[in-house]
């Protein structure tokens, strides 16, 4: 069974309708790749997956159980971490109290988070918004990993960091990724980064799944047509 499983799915900001038909599966411990040029609904996706849109058409099931109508705290409740695109950290908390308000039973807590993200520990009692941008995304995923997540969602997670910033960042997912059960939804820009994570990619062009395949099958003309490489 599919752990996360999005049917038609249909989306709007008012009157302009931004998502005309997405479809996606993301099996338990899968990791898939949710690619497509700007603007063409990655966002507005995981979005609507975690309830902070509404959509106006399709169907989104997590474990098999229809999640319309669900609040986005119900939806984390259910075991979705969602690390958004501007990271959005508490920032005048400090690094522990933002980990801690997150907290829900399960293995991860401060101190494995601090274990995957040492320089968090040496940033405990320091505010959030005073951190560097790395640290602030470090943050923003180990917040969400304190919610105890199966999935986890991270929407341009290493946008604007360093290359250095950028290479720790996708160290600690790769190691999630073989050490943890979790199931991951990455939308990122690098298409190499990506590969050595994600098993499968989902590929958006205005709001509609265009093509989803294994990363050995996405082949040049692929990228060309839909990612512009
Ligand atoms: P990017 O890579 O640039 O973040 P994206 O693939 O995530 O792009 P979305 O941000 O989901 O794309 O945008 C999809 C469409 O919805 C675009 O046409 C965008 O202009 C529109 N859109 C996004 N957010 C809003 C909003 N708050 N109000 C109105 N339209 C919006």
């Known amino acids: 069974m599919s752990l996360l499983r999005l049917t038609g799915v249909t989306a709007a900001y008012g009157p302009s309708q931004a ?8 099996a338990e411990g899968e990791a898939v790749a949710l690619m497509g040029r700007n603007g063409m609904g990655k966002t507005t996706t995981v979005r609507v997956i975690c309830r902070l849109l509404n959509a106006t058409g399709g169907q989104v099931l997590f474990c098999g159980e229809s999640v319309a109508g669900w609040s986005s705290s119900r939806m984390a409740r259910a075991g979705i971490g969602l690390v958004p695109e501007g990271r959005r950290i508490f920032r005048n908390l400090s690094v522990r109290e933002n980990l801690i308000a997150a907290a829900r039973p399960g293995a991860w807590d ?7 993200f040492p320089r968090l520990g040496e940033r405990a009692a320091q505010a959030g918004g005073t951190l560097s941008g790395g640290e602030q995304q470090m943050l ?7 919610t105890n997540p199966r999935l986890l969602v991270l929407d341009e997670a290493t946008e604007g960091l360093a290359p250095v910033i950028r290479q720790e960042i996708w160290a600690a997912i ?20 990506l590969r050595s994570v994600a098993e499968r990619t989902v590929i958006l062009e205005r709001g509609s ?4 395949g294994g990363f050995a099958e996405l082949d040049e003309g692929v990228a060309q047509r839909y990612l512009g490489l």
């Open 110 to 116: 401060e101190a494995r988070v601090i274990d995957l």
């Open 19 to 26: 998502l005309f038909g997405v479809n996606l599966d993301v």
């Open 209 to 212: 799944t265009v093509w989803e």
């Open 174 to 193: 790769r190691q999630l990724k073989a050490d943890t059960g979790l199931a991951f939804l990455i939308i990122d820009k690098s298409v190499q980064e």
């Open 140 to 146: 923003a995923i180990g917040r969400a990993l304190m």
